[in-house]
């Protein structure tokens, strides 16, 4: 489980602009000996190539592959900041988690989040707070890790799936998170179970509607999926799933 202390937050953060909340963000890394100096660089970079905001308010910046080099310790580091910072596309973030993390260890990382990502009145919780104990307490009571004993399809809905699709990721980077994030809240927009295969057989069937299932299928451009619904609403939820991903998943084609 994921515990943080104060030296891992910032609260009543300001700042103008979305490099100037890197900043914040670098700083805190820096000072907790999770990077060396040059990362917060990698950071511009990967925003130059993709936006990091995530959802319902949370950006979560990090380097770009290059920029593991100069990770010394796996960490984060949040900044909260109350009065948003435009983070491009139309989306404010309130709460900034910068992550320093190789690869692996990044998706170790989001698994913990996963909780709270769902959960919007934590979050607005953790927005809003003044006090860090307060934060620091329902943060760490709202990261545990992912219950992932669903996250296998079922032998039932494998033989009795009402509705089946193969979909090729156009995405420059792939389902990175931005994408990934955006297709779980599809999902669970929906009642129907929805499951989900790369198609080249790399791997089982997981449940869509987890973040961090669709990140572990590590899916590149033009890379395809498949994907197979059981439910009152499933040819529904597949033609949305068909429609955004035709859309780029927030991202332009």
Request: glycine content about 6%; overall charge neutral.
């Amino acid at each position: 489980m994921l515990i943080l202390s104060e030296k891992n937050i910032a609260l009543n953060c300001y700042a103008q602009t979305k490099e100037d909340a890197l900043d914040v963000i670098y700083k805190g890394l820096l000072e907790n000996q999770n990077v060396s100096i040059g990362f917060k660089a990698k950071m511009l970079a990967r925003e130059k190539q993709f936006s990091t905001y995530l959802m319902n308010g949370i950006a979560i910046p990090h380097a770009n592959r290059e920029g593991q080099n100069f990770v010394k310790k796996t960490g984060i580091f949040i900044g909260q900041f109350k009065h948003g910072v435009n983070w491009g596309e139309g989306n404010n973030a309130y709460l900034v988690i910068g992550i320093a993390a190789n690869s692996e260890e990044h998706l170790t990382l989001l698994r913990h989040l996963t909780h709270l990502l769902k959960n919007q009145e934590k979050i607005q919780q953790l927005i809003t707070t003044d006090n860090a104990k307060d934060f620091l307490e329902i943060f760490n009571l709202s990261n545990s890790p992912t219950n992932n004993t669903h996250s296998q399809i079922s032998p039932t809905l494998l033989n009795t799936a009402q509705t089946e699709t193969t979909v090729t990721i156009y995405n420059q980077h792939g389902l990175h998170a931005r994408p990934a994030a955006i297709l779980a809240r599809l999902a669970n927009q929906f009642c129907s179970d929805i499951y989900v295969c790369r198609k080249d057989g790399k791997n089982k069937w997981v449940n869509s509607k987890s973040l961090i299932s669709l990140l572990n299928l590590s899916i590149q451009y033009q890379e395809q999926l498949k994907f197979m619904a059981q439910g009152e609403d499933a040819k529904q939820a597949i033609a949305a799933i068909e429609q955004s991903i035709a859309e780029g998943l927030g991202e332009p084609r």
